[in-house]
């Protein structure tokens, strides 16, 4: 078969996200690639293009971060590394025309934080993934996984819900803001008994990836309890950096406000036990920071998140959980 030449139409054609070759039992080599829309280097003013993959090259990693390398005399960029073979998630590219963000050799936290929030808003899916989708930071993103990746429960085998989930506008006067809430119930169970989860940064998993078929799909197998779900819309990044991050007012207007007028639309328990609060970053230090502050009320907490605290100071991190 003859070689396709790199950067050529039919090579670019051949290309359908990134490609991967197992190296052991237990890593693949993973290729991402992005085509410069401004062509080869003498025509583009594409400096740099970031890789950003959530917990291997994110904010949350205190290492250089990566960028892409252009093949020279090409509109293609590539960038190579290796990931565990059952590694699944997601990233996105930051193609930028500068160059003097991450410039030191080793940047701080602080300055590593700073330059992903000058970049981030710039992010774009993938072009060649048709796996995208707007992530829960507002940035597009595409998903990945490797061939030895775990099943995931319920979108594995995804149902249709009975009922749609109801969306209702939550008007705070603790808070003075309003803001979409969604509320979702599955199976047969006595209204008053029925657990309670409510889950943040909620219109991503209203909008941006559906939940509903999949929690619909475990009821039916029995690996979730009937229960009622409530979705908390973050508004934006603005009010999330405020509000998630341990917050008494937020999580005294969810108790006095919000949940009330979820129980008058689909009743639930009120025991701590059956009550649970999950979220993913912000959303999950906010989950730990409402079980530790009010676990007569909020029994439990998922937070699938390694760095819980991230504080200036110990006086902050008091504040947080005391």
Wanted: glycine residues 6%; charged residues 20%; hydrophobic residues 40%.
């Amino acid at each position: 078969m003859t070689a396709l030449k790199v950067g050529s139409e039919s090579w670019w054609q051949s290309k359908h996200g990134p490609e991967w070759q197992r190296l052991n039992d237990e890593m693949f080599e993973v290729t991402f690639w992005w085509r410069d829309p401004q062509g080869s280097e003498e025509y583009s003013t594409i400096k740099r293009v970031w890789v950003y993959i959530t917990g291997v090259t994110d904010h949350h990693q205190n290492t250089q971060p990566r960028s892409m390398q252009r093949i020279a005399g090409t509109d293609v960029w590539q960038w190579t590394t290796q990931l565990n073979a059952n590694w699944r998630g997601s990233y996105c590219f930051i193609p930028t025309e500068r160059d003097d963000i991450f410039s030191a050799p080793s940047p701080d936290r602080l300055e590593l934080r700073e330059g992903w929030r000058k970049l981030l808003p710039q992010a774009i899916a993938d072009p060649l993934n048709p796996q995208s989708w707007k992530g829960g930071r507002g940035h597009a993103v595409s998903a990945l996984e490797m061939p030895q990746a775990p099943l995931q429960p319920g979108w594995d085998c995804p149902q249709a819900p009975e009922t749609p989930a109801k969306e209702i506008i939550w008007k705070s006067e603790r808070l003075k803001n309003s803001r979409r809430v969604w509320i979702f119930t599955t199976g047969d169970a006595t209204a008053e008994e029925r657990p309670l989860a409510v889950l943040l940064d909620g219109e991503f998993w209203a909008q941006s990836m559906p939940v509903w078929p999949a929690l619909t799909s475990l009821t039916h197998r029995r690996q979730l309890p009937p229960a009622v779900y409530v979705l908390i819309d973050a508004i934006d990044t603005t009010h999330r950096a405020h509000e998630l991050p341990c917050n008494a007012d937020f999580w005294l207007a969810v108790q006095q406000e919000l949940l009330p007028l979820v129980k008058a639309i689909a009743s639930f328990s009120d025991r701590a036990d059956r009550t649970v609060v999950a979220g993913q970053s912000f959303g999950g230090l906010s989950a730990l920071y409402a079980g530790l502050n009010w676990p007569e009320r909020f029994g439990c907490c998922i937070k699938p998140v390694r760095i819980v605290l991230v504080a200036a100071s110990g006086r902050a991190a008091r504040r947080c959980f005391t």
